[in-house]
Each structure stands twice: as C-alpha cells, then as structure tokens.
C-alpha cells in the first residue's frame, strides 16, 4: 500500500498566512491578511462577492504569490514554490466547478488523483506499466471511496450522480494525495438540502479524523453551524475572525452584508 501521512496533532497550525497583501495594478485584492488554520479544525472564510476570497486561495495554494507578506504551510515558508510543492507538504483541494470525466466510473476519476502520487506518475499508470504500482493506487482510492460513503456507486460513471454525490467523488479524490489540509472552494452551492446534511457530515468526520478544513462558502447557515471559526473579509481586508456566534453577532459584519441581515441566518 501506499504511505500514510501522519497528521499532526489537533490545534497544531498547519497553515499560518501572514500580512498576505495582493495587488493588481491600482486594486488592492488581499489587504495584510492574516489567517491560521489548524488540525482538527473548519474554518471558513467568507465575504461578499469581490471580497479577494478567491485571491486568497490562490496564494494559499501556490497559483499565483502574494505583493508582500508570508504564507507558511507546516512551518515552511512557501515565498515563489509551485503549486504541487504545496500538494507536496499537504494541502490538498477541490475547485469551484466540478472537475470530474463524466463517462467514466467513480473509481477512475478517484484513482486519477491517487495516479499523481505514484512514483511513475499517471501516464505510466494510466498505461499499467507497472502493475503493483497501479494495485496500490486502485486499492488507495477504494479506501478513500469508503472513507467518503460513496461504495456503493463505485462502479458507475461519475456523471449519473446527482451533484452533490459528484461532489463529495471529488473530495474522495483529493484525499487520495492524504491532505493535511484540505481547501474547498464553495462546496455547498447549487446542493439541495439533504446533500448539504450529508456534505457536512462527511467534513465533520474528516475534521474529526484530524484533518484542517478551509472552506470558502456563501451558504451561511452550512457554514455557521459546522465552522469553528469563520473569517470575514470586505474590500481584501479582514473585518473580522471568530467563533460562529460572536461573527454572526459583529455589526461590521452585518454591515457588510448590505441591508443588516446575514443571508441565511434568521433571528
Ligand atoms: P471573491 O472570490 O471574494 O469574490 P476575488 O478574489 O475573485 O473575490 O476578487 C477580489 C478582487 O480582485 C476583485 O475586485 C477582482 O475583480 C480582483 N481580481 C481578482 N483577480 C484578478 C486578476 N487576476 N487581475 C485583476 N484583478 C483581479
Ligand atoms: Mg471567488
């Protein structure tokens, strides 16, 4: 089997982002933003739309370096490393439209993201080139399948799922690269109801199993009943980072939400 990486223990930072600025031309995108992330924990990070959110995740995850500040993932600064040195160290992420080959099974659009682990890399494996390599990585995306309740659809073609079980497939596929850190880009939008219940369930037990979560999302109520902590950011500045409760309470938050009402949370 493949090798495990070993999580660190619960409260430890995995992801320590400090005074991250981003300019474009005149526009200010990240404002010194700073933002930790730690095993065993959700954070969210919220904010109206051109808020610099996505920005953010791109500095975070080595698509593109920030004007001046430090981002620091397991303890190594990352200043002008690519993106799969990211991967590398383990962050692990899922994109904000579904990325998935839509004829082909559950299986093999899971054990696509395992083949980029593989000492051969994905050609070769793609190609059974190396006949115990591609056991190993076929048996490791099976286990992710498990982990992730999707067993049951193993064998059917990705895209005759409905959305948010296509969903969670790719998270099944990001965690074949054993994240430490997992980035989520908006994972509840367009899921109805049911299928947001079983998407938290499943960050809850990844949380649990000592992952660190950040997840951007505009669906309040998804994000304040699981986050742990949620940032808000206006304008590429923080305006606020805390506990659900006291975020949901911050009249610079309601404030930002123009009109006083956070969308989806009812008083
Ligand atoms: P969010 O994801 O919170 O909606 P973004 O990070 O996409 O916000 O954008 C933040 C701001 O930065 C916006 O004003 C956006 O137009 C601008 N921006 C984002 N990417 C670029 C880019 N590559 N070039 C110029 N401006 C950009
Ligand atoms: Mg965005």
């Known amino acids: 089997p493949l ?26 995108a990240n404002n010194a933003v700073n933002l930790t992330v730690r095993a065993g924990e959700v954070h969210a990070l919220i904010g109206p739309n051109g808020a610099g959110k996505s920005t953010f995740f791109n500095m975070i995850s ?12 397991m303890g190594q600064a990352m200043a002008g490393k690519p993106s799969r040195a990211f991967a590398a160290l383990g962050l692990g992420r899922t994109f904000q439209h579904v990325r998935l080959l839509g004829q082909r099974t559950v299986l093999e659009n899971v054990a696509l993201g395992a083949h980029l682990r593989g000492q051969r890399g994905w050609l070769s494996a793609m190609l059974r080139t190396d006949r115990k390599e591609e056991a190993a990585l076929l048996a490791e995306a099976r286990r992710q399948i498990e982990r992730c309740g999707l067993l049951p659809y193993i064998d059917q073609p990705a895209a005759s799922l409905p959305l948010g079980q296509q969903r969670i497939v790719e998270i099944a596929r990001a965690l ?19 299928e947001k219940q079983s998407l938290a ?13 950040l997840i951007v999302e505009h669906d309040m109520e998804f994000v304040m009943n699981l986050a ?31 009109g006083g009402d956070l969308p989806g949370v009812h008083a």
């Open 228 to 258: 742990d902590r949620v940032t808000v950011l206006e304008f590429g500045t923080v305006i606020a980072s805390d506990v659900p409760a006291a975020v949901q309470a911050d009249p610079r938050v309601m404030a930002a939400y123009l």
């Open 62 to 73: 080595g698509v593109d370096d920030p004007t001046s500040g430090t981002v620091k993932l």
């Open 3 to 28: 090798a495990q990486r070993k999580l660190p223990p619960a409260g430890d930072a995995v992801l320590d982002a400090s005074e991250v600025t981003k300019r474009f031309s005149g526009l200010v």
């Open 176 to 194: 074949t690269g054993q994240p430490t850190l997992l980035l989520l880009d908006e994972p509840a939008a367009g899921l109805r109801h049911l």
């Open 201 to 213: 369930k499943l960050l809850a037990q990844l949380r649990s199993e000592g992952l660190a979560i």
